[in-house]
């Protein structure tokens, strides 16, 4: 997702002057606003504007959202807005929201704050999202608003996500407004929107997800066929189909759901028949609708009978409502939507992992680990591994015995590679086998000079692997060769330098600047060069404003790995 950032580097740039030529005289870390207060005359005046300063409300437009699962992948939009304010001069808000009811999919702010403040009055410092947040902070450069009306001050849209019936807040979690004096402007009232996610009557299958393994071939396994939020039921037509190949049916029980239902002796199934791939069932009650809003109720479970998948990976099946009529007691049609079920079943090749599949480390001597896991195998007794990393980027810091719990490690630091093996009784399933630690070994400062690379990238991958079992051949993987395994994606690591953040500590503050600051003059062919170029964070062969304005660009900015 792209958010738009407005380009005032003119204005921008004087701003961030101010604030570079105050911290190197000073060097003292002063507001957010990066200004100076110099004397205690402003500090009076700045109390004098914040008692005159005012926003009666902040609120978003509407409050209240609801949806139904006919909108799903649809979007909506919301209003951020602020009523009858005095002297807005910034402002920084955070907004948090359940992200698995809804996504964020984009914001538009430009037109508003143009309205707010004139065009390219005005600048962005942070225009950040995330999983279930949204942070806006801006501020002019020019004069405060003051307004009695509503005014808009960002739209975000929204996308309704394919979840059952919930509710979330769309959230204030952070409100800070601010005067032409930098001084906070109390909000007498902020109000949070309501999203909700209304109940429709649904037809699905429980669970809606079925896993099952080739050690499991010939059992059988029930799957529930249930409906949600339903009013007045009265009678059902359904027929359910899947592929023979993986499954086949044996039995369907009704009898008790139903008499939960409608009550015994209250309904008659007029149709019960099967056939290769499909089952279907016709039931009325002779007395009474059904309700059950909200709820859920199982109206009839199949059984069924795992089969030979013939494969060494995954197959699936949905068990799938080919034909679904349901009817109320006045004969009409209840509208409702469906939701298959899916049957998945994997064959007798293991699999092993890392996990988590990537890393992105930002300062020097960040730790993580990556554990290896295996899924899918059956009395593995032995497990013998290789893994190599990049050396330079890497130190391999420790290790943890998980399955088995002991083992022996052999780490090869001038070469990258570490060898490991362990073993114990049989175990089955997905187990973490090992779980390795590495650190973050390289300095490397963020630069804006066009041939400077900032991102630092490799990977961690599997060289060969060994799965043991109490009888029958060992399963062996080699990288380029052999691969009775399957093995999952390399590690994808990377080394992203903050910018500005020359000690590589995860904050840019003001030992950053006073270090830059330090060879501040320094040029190409001096005989500090050697020591300096480092800090020439610009590429252009000198150490003057403009690489002090690439750290001040983020200064405040603190990592949180």
Same mark, same amino acid.
């Given at each position: #997702?792209?958010?738009? =950032?407005?380009?005032?580097?003119?204005?921008?740039?004087?701003?961030?002057?101010?604030?570079?030529?105050? $911290? @190197?005289?000073?060097? *003292?870390?002063?507001?957010?606003?990066?200004?100076?207060?110099?004397?205690?005359?402003?500090?009076?005046?700045?109390?004098?504007?914040?008692?005159?300063?005012?926003?009666?409300?902040?609120?978003?437009?509407?409050? @209240?959202?609801?949806?139904?699962?006919? &909108?799903?992948?649809?979007?909506?939009?919301?209003?951020?807005?602020?009523?009858?304010?005095?002297?807005?001069?910034?402002? &920084?808000?955070?907004?948090?929201?359940?992200?698995?009811?809804?996504?964020?999919?984009?914001?538009?702010? !430009?037109?508003?704050?143009?309205?707010?403040?004139?065009?390219?009055?005005?600048?962005?410092?942070?225009?950040?999202?995330?999983?279930?947040?949204?942070?806006?902070?801006?501020?002019?450069?020019?004069?405060?608003?003051?307004?009695?009306?509503?005014?808009?001050?960002?739209?975000?849209?929204?996308?309704?996500?394919?979840?059952?019936?919930?509710?979330?807040?769309?959230?204030?979690?952070?409100?800070?407004?601010?005067?032409?004096?930098?001084?906070?402007?109390?909000?007498?009232?902020?109000?949070?929107?309501?999203? =909700?996610?209304?109940?429709?009557? #649904?037809?699905? @299958?429980?669970?809606?997800?079925?896993?099952?393994?080739?050690?499991?071939? /010939?059992?059988?396994?029930?799957?529930?066929?249930?409906?949600?939020?339903?009013?007045?039921?009265?009678?059902?037509?359904?027929?359910? *189909?899947?592929?023979?190949?993986?499954?086949?049916?044996?039995?369907?029980?009704?009898?008790?759901? @139903?008499?939960?239902?409608?009550?015994?002796?209250?309904?008659?199934?007029?149709? $019960?028949?099967?056939?290769?791939?499909?089952?279907?069932?016709?039931?009325?009650?002779?007395?009474?609708?059904?309700?059950?809003?909200?709820?859920?109720?199982?109206?009839?479970?199949?059984?069924?009978?795992?089969?030979?998948?013939?494969?060494?990976?995954?197959?699936?099946?949905?068990?799938?409502?080919?034909?679904?009529?349901?009817?109320?007691?006045?004969?009409?049609?209840?509208?409702?939507?469906?939701?298959?079920?899916?049957?998945?079943?994997?064959? !007798?090749?293991?699999?092993?992992? #890392?996990?988590?599949?990537?890393?992105?480390?930002?300062?020097?001597?960040?730790?993580?680990?990556?554990?290896?896991?295996?899924? &899918?195998?059956?009395?593995?007794?032995?497990?013998?591994?290789?893994?190599?990393?990049?050396?330079?980027?890497?130190?391999?810091?420790?290790?943890?015995?998980?399955?088995?719990?002991?083992?022996?490690?052999?780490?090869? !630091?001038?070469?990258?590679?570490?060898?490991?093996?362990?073993?114990?009784?049989?175990?089955?399933?997905?187990?973490?086998?090992?779980?390795?630690?590495?650190?973050?070994?390289?300095?490397?400062?963020?630069?804006?000079?066009?041939?400077?690379?900032?991102?630092?990238? &490799?990977?961690?991958?599997?060289?060969?692997?060994?799965?043991?079992?109490?009888?029958?051949?060992?399963? =062996?993987?080699?990288?380029?060769?052999?691969?009775?395994?399957?093995?999952?994606?390399?590690?994808?690591?990377?080394?992203?330098?903050?910018?500005?953040?020359?000690?590589?500590? /995860?904050?840019?503050?003001?030992?950053?600047?006073?270090?830059?600051?330090?060879?501040? /003059?320094?040029?190409?062919?001096?005989?500090?060069?050697?020591?300096?170029?480092?800090?020439?964070?610009?590429?252009?062969?000198?150490?003057?404003?403009?690489?002090?304005?690439?750290?001040?660009?983020?200064?405040?900015?603190?990592?949180?790995?």
């Amino acid at each position: #997702m792209q958010f738009s =950032r407005p380009n005032n580097r003119g204005l921008y740039g004087t701003v961030m002057f101010a604030l570079l030529l105050t $911290s @190197l005289v000073l060097f *003292t870390f002063h507001s957010v606003q990066g200004l100076a207060q110099t004397d205690q005359a402003s500090a009076s005046n700045a109390t004098t504007d914040y008692q005159a300063s005012y926003a009666q409300s902040l609120y978003i437009t509407p409050s @209240l959202i609801e949806k139904t699962r006919d &909108d799903v992948n649809t979007s909506f939009e919301v209003n951020v807005t602020i009523e009858d304010v005095s002297d807005l001069f910034g402002f &920084d808000f955070n907004l948090t929201w359940n992200n698995t009811l809804i996504t964020l999919r984009s914001v538009r702010f !430009e037109a508003s704050l143009d309205q707010l403040w004139g065009h390219d009055q005005w600048f962005v410092a942070a225009n950040q999202t995330g999983l279930g947040w949204y942070k806006l902070a801006a501020v002019s450069v020019s004069t405060g608003f003051s307004g009695v009306n509503a005014m808009v001050l960002a739209t975000l849209e929204f996308r309704v996500e394919n979840v059952p019936a919930g509710e979330t807040p769309i959230h204030f979690a952070v409100v800070k407004l601010s005067d032409s004096n930098y001084t906070p402007i109390s909000i007498g009232e902020i109000r949070d929107a309501t999203y =909700r996610m209304l109940p429709k009557t #649904m037809l699905g @299958l429980f669970p809606s997800l079925i896993e099952k393994t080739a050690a499991e071939i /010939g059992t059988y396994f029930n799957a529930s066929i249930t409906i949600e939020n339903v009013t007045d039921l009265f009678g059902f037509d359904m027929n359910i *189909t899947w592929d023979n190949t993986l499954i086949t049916y044996h039995t369907c029980y009704s009898t008790n759901t @139903l008499d939960a239902v409608w009550g015994s002796g209250n309904w008659q199934l007029l149709k $019960s028949e099967s056939g290769t791939g499909w089952y279907k069932i016709v039931s009325v009650s002779t007395k009474n609708g059904f309700t059950k809003d909200p709820g859920i109720q199982t109206l009839f479970i199949l059984e069924f009978r795992e089969e030979e998948p013939h494969t060494n990976t995954a197959k699936q099946t949905p068990i799938h409502f080919d034909t679904h009529k349901l009817s109320n007691s006045q004969y009409s049609a209840i509208t409702h939507t469906t939701e298959d079920g899916t049957y998945r079943v994997t064959g !007798e090749t293991p699999i092993l992992t #890392m996990s988590p599949t990537s890393k992105t480390c930002r300062i020097y001597g960040e730790t993580f680990t990556i554990g290896t896991n295996m899924s &899918d195998a059956f009395d593995v007794t032995d497990f013998e591994f290789e893994i190599h990393y990049n050396t330079t980027l890497l130190d391999y810091v420790s290790v943890t015995w998980n399955a088995w719990g002991q083992g022996t490690i052999t780490v090869d !630091e001038a070469g990258g590679n570490i060898t490991a093996s362990n073993s114990g009784s049989p175990i089955s399933g997905m187990q973490t086998l090992i779980t390795v630690e590495f650190k973050a070994a390289y300095y490397h400062v963020w630069k804006s000079a066009p041939s400077w690379t900032n991102n630092l990238t &490799d990977t961690i991958f599997f060289q060969w692997a060994n799965i043991s079992y109490p009888s029958g051949p060992d399963l =062996r993987y080699e990288r380029g060769g052999s691969s009775q395994i399957n093995v999952g994606p390399d590690f994808a690591y990377t080394f992203s330098p903050i910018q500005g953040d020359v000690d590589n500590d /995860g904050i840019v503050g003001l030992f950053d600047l006073r270090t830059v600051a330090f060879y501040f /003059g320094s040029k190409q062919g001096d005989p500090n060069w050697n020591d300096a170029s480092k800090y020439d964070l610009t590429g252009d062969g000198t150490i003057d404003i403009i690489s002090l304005r690439t750290i001040a660009a983020n200064y405040g900015y603190t990592y949180n790995p």
